[in-house]
């Protein structure tokens, strides 16, 4: 099985400050079969991007995703304060990283 | 729109075993896989497997196998996720999502376009 490891553990920016998540893999993953969420208490996860570097339906443009292979990113370029949530990066529909809390100041 | 419903919560003793229901309104789950997932308190989000209602095949997580199994109703529009020989360590929200796979054995699968609510699950004696 695929392990995905997800840095940091946290991070704590202001509004309007970029972030960037890493996330990455054991072994070789499709960019096809790479997807990032957000989850928040109480809510269920909401699918960011899909294949790596393709945004949802309805997810803002400052979120992107890059990468491939074993290493993946996702980077929100000006943070607001609904974005203080968990986001994991998820393989092939499987497996997913321990995540990365955001919190904003 | 597509949405996924599942069953209330539960209370369950040590030993005893669960069963959580995902119902699809606006579509079916014909031609997708039902990834279920779950979060314990504190933690973070564990895949438990993923099932293909058309072909009746499912992919398991680690450790899962032989502990869990899936299920759908005829016309694919509920699934079921059972959970044996339960334990208070799977006291958790179980989610299940409905999933774009290119392979009959949940595999390739690129994305989720819905989520249930979630069901909580509590085990205690």
């Known amino acids: 099985e695929i392990v995905l490891t997800q840095s940091p553990g946290t991070l704590s920016l202001s509004p309007g400050e970029r972030a960037t998540l890493s996330c990455r893999a054991s072994q070789s993953v499709s960019t096809s079969y790479l997807g990032w969420y957000q989850h928040k208490p109480g809510r269920a996860p909401r699918l960011l991007i899909y294949g790596a570097s393709s945004r949802a339906t309805g997810i803002p443009d400052r979120f992107s995703g890059s990468g491939s292979g074993t290493d993946f990113t996702l980077t929100i370029s000006r943070l607001e304060p609904e974005d203080s949530a968990v986001y994991y990066c998820q393989q092939n529909g499987r497996s997913f990283g321990q995540g990365t809390k955001v919190e904003i100041k | 729109q597509v949405q996924l419903v599942q069953s209330g919560a539960e209370v369950k003793k040590p030993g005893s075993s669960v069963k959580v229901s995902c119902t699809v309104s606006g579509g079916t789950f014909r031609d997708y896989g039902i990834s279920w997932v779950r979060q314990a308190p504190g933690q973070g989000l564990e895949w438990l497997g993923g099932f293909v209602p058309l072909y009746g095949t499912a992919n398991y997580g680690r450790g899962w196998y032989g502990r869990v199994s899936f299920t759908a109703d005829g016309p694919m529009t509920t699934a079921h996720m059972e959970l044996r020989s339960l334990r208070s360590d799977d006291t958790a929200v179980y989610y299940c999502?409905?999933?774009?796979?290119?392979?009959?054995?949940?595999?390739?699968?690129?994305?989720?376009?819905?989520w249930g609510q979630g069901t909580l699950v509590t085990v205690s004696s």
């Open positions: 999502a409905r999933v774009v796979c290119f392979d009959m054995y949940y595999d390739r699968c690129k994305s989720t376009d819905s």
